[in-house]
């Protein structure tokens, strides 16, 4: 499990990853590139994944997210970006497909909050979030959605 999930948060700068509506916030320092997502070679796609990222000899297995963080079995036409995490060089690195991709540093939106623990969920990445203009953002870290994303690989290959 993922130091976020039980620590309080510190103030960072984090990507801000938007799909289906939703915002994902990770800190910046866990992204190691953003792609286009005509770059990913969706032949290779297996299990939950829409295909993987190859570059340089390392490959990242490729994830499309609905707006309830259900696994796609396609990368829905709006998504443009491929946002990897981990080194390539595992089976633990994985990318996210999103619409957009931005930074933010948290001082500069407010304070990171808990979520109310009624909307929780255990299998859930995100205990965090914070408000950005009109929105909410869920806070989550590598760790935490590779942990999830590798129990949906599992549960449900």
């Known amino acids: 499990m993922s130091a976020l999930m039980n620590e309080p948060v510190q103030a960072s700068d984090y990507a801000l990853l938007g799909f289906s509506g939703i915002q994902l916030a990770i800190p910046q320092r866990e992204v190691v590139s953003i792609d286009l997502v005509t770059d990913i070679d969706t032949d290779l796609a297996a299990n939950k994944r829409v295909g993987s990222l190859v ?66 969920m255990p299998v859930m990445p995100m205990r965090h979030c914070f408000r950005n203009g009109n929105g909410l953002v869920l806070v989550s870290d590598r760790l935490g959605m590779q942990d999830y994303l590798l129990a949906l690989d599992k549960d449900n290959g």
């Open 55 to 120: 570059k340089a000899g390392r490959q990242w297995s490729v994830y499309a997210l609905s707006e309830s963080f259900d696994v796609l079995h396609q990368i829905p036409g709006q998504r443009r970006f491929c946002v990897s995490f981990g080194s390539g060089d595992d089976d633990h690195s994985f990318a996210l497909v999103c619409d957009q991709v931005e930074a933010v540093v948290l001082d500069s939106v407010g304070i990171v909050q808990p979520l109310p623990e009624s909307i929780v």
